[in-house]
């Protein structure tokens, strides 16, 4: 403070830059007290920058034609080209389709499944079964993605439990593994089996949250089960609705790539290839690094534009409140 | 409470109920039904399926799988990859959310922005790869362990724990002479348990669960974490050859392929199955923090 006091006699201007400095050295004065702080979130932000932010210099090589002896700076500058080369191939249309169908279907029979699960939960009144229901429902999150895709094949092969009983009941054989059309049927349901009960976790905490009162209220009045679930429970879980709606389509281009490259077969690949799986496999199957890193960025800055489309037509049907 | 329902109320919690109850049925079928079948003879399982008929079971899947030996080398890789990659994690985790979550902290807009930018874009496949390998983790444990142990999500949750926890509790610390490390290590994560525990158990699983980084890192046999041996028994239908070296015909093969899918399933899957109740009480709490601040 003195030397403010001091510099004021030197005129206006002084002032200004006293004051500039003295935030300055108040906050160089802090970091020096709390150095301790910076200690701590050190670690985090040296892995951060290595593993997140040196790739996202390395995804240069897009626009680059590639060489791994010349590394990243002296390979040279090819511009656009190897977008280009993709937007050109007959693989592009099917592939952007294969990726936007799997996962927008997947979030349209996806995303109220968990709801509708917790919506029902919550109504069981005793404890005990309520708390077995949740055990059970919640198991298939524990399990890897090798395993349930190893089931999926185990249930679905041709001498399996669904074939056996579909020419039990006098049906043929389906080879739903080879068959395209079955592909994106077979990921929903069973990302549904695997992670519905999981995902209901969020919204079953929300509703422990709506007051006994109101619900009291709501039945003096005369309101039956499914007009108190409209006017009441809906309400109460629509915040978190809409968060959770906002985070699952920002993904719809950053589907999982496990499960997708587990469960194709060579048959299947017309609806099982997506983008994911063919930046695998340009990549680092065939090594043509620029290129695929190409295919990834387009793929990343899709869901980037999506993120933020989705978060603003939610704000505006949603009274200004997005993420 | 009100006792009296009315009669559509009744119907309405009795289809719940009933509904509810297949719900639960579906999830457990497909588990029974691996069960069971890991205990079923082969042949018999091939021609007519599982039985409950106790003459026609079999140890035999387990016997082969114990013998071959490898998927017990990759349950013991990955119990050290998710034990390691969960304690750096978490750690790393933990100091990170505690600065973050505090007001005062100089510099905590730019750090958060640097950190949830992350969340949402990132270099890519090829990028990531390249890089660890300029690195030369290739084929090395760190490959497995370092790149995914920074998870902004976690601190995320992790930060706003701390941010619920009163600030009157470091004020008076401090001013008792308590330093920021010491009140973190001593005050701060003895409150924290749910929340680490939370963490812990989400890191473990999610490391013990996956297998795309080793199948793209990691080379060798011996470092090789149980999901890619199940992926070589379950997905690519390759039977590990100590598991099959006895087998007279194809027929024989063929049914022995099948078996030991069964047994590694539930060898694999049953110890997370069974600890994860022991955690239930904490997930509520750990889901319904990050939902808020998300």
Known sequence: MEQIYQKVENGPNEIMKAEVGTKMSRNLKYMKNNYQLYLLVLPALILLIIFKYVPMYGAIIAFKDFNPLQGIMGSPWIGWENFEKFMSTPDFINLLKNTLKLSAFGLIFGFPVPIILALMIHRIKRVAIKKNIQLVLYAPNFISVVVVVGIVFIFLSPVGPINRFITFLGGDNISFMTEPSYFRTIYIISDIWQFAGWASIVYLAALSNVSQDLIDAAKIDGANILQQIRHIDLPTIKPIMVIQFILAAGNIMSLGFEKAYLLQTSMNLPTSEILPTYVYKIGLQMGDYGYSTAIGLFNAVINVILLISVNQIVKRLNEGEGI | ?294
Do not use: C
């Open chain 2, 1 to 294: 409470m009100f006792k009296h329902q009315t009669r559509a109320d009744k119907v309405i919690l009795t289809t719940n109920g009933i509904i509810l109850a297949l719900i639960v049925f579906a999830i457990l079928i497909p588990l029974i039904y691996v069960i069971m079948a890991s205990f079923t003879n082969p042949a018999t399982l091939l021609n007519s399926g599982i039985t409950l008929n106790p003459s026609k079971w079999t140890l035999q899947g387990y016997s082969r799988v114990f013998k071959d030996g490898s998927l017990l080398i990759g349950f013991r890789n990955s119990l050290f990859y998710s034990t390691a990659f969960s304690l750096i994690s978490v750690t790393i985790t933990l100091f990170a959310a505690y600065p973050l979550s505090r007001k005062d902290f100089v510099g905590r807009k730019l750090m958060m922005a640097l950190f949830i930018i992350t969340m949402f874009f990132g270099g890519g496949l090829i990028p990531t790869y390249l890089l660890v390998k300029n690195l030369n983790m290739l084929d090395t444990i760190w490959a497995i362990l370092l790149p995914g142990a920074v998870n902004v999500w976690n601190i995320i949750l992790a930060r706003a724990y701390f941010q619920g926890i009163p600030d009157e509790l470091r004020e008076a610390a401090i001013v008792d002479g308590t330093s920021e490390i010491q009140f973190f290590f001593k005050i701060l994560l003895p409150l924290s348990k749910p929340i680490i525990a939370v963490l812990v158990l989400y890191q473990f699983v999610a490391q013990w669960n996956s297998y795309f980084d080793a199948m793209i890192y990691l080379k060798s046999e011996n470092l090789q974490p149980l999901q890619i041996v199940l992926r070589s028994i379950l997905v690519q239908m390759q039977p590990r050859p100590g598991m099959i070296q006895d087998a007279q015909n194809t027929a024989q093969l063929q049914q022995i392929a099948e078996m030991v899918k069964y047994s590694s399933i539930v060898i694999s899957s049953l110890p997370l199955i069974i600890i994860y109740p022991f955690f239930q009480k904490y997930f509520e709490k750990g889901v319904m923090v990050g939902s808020i601040k998300g």
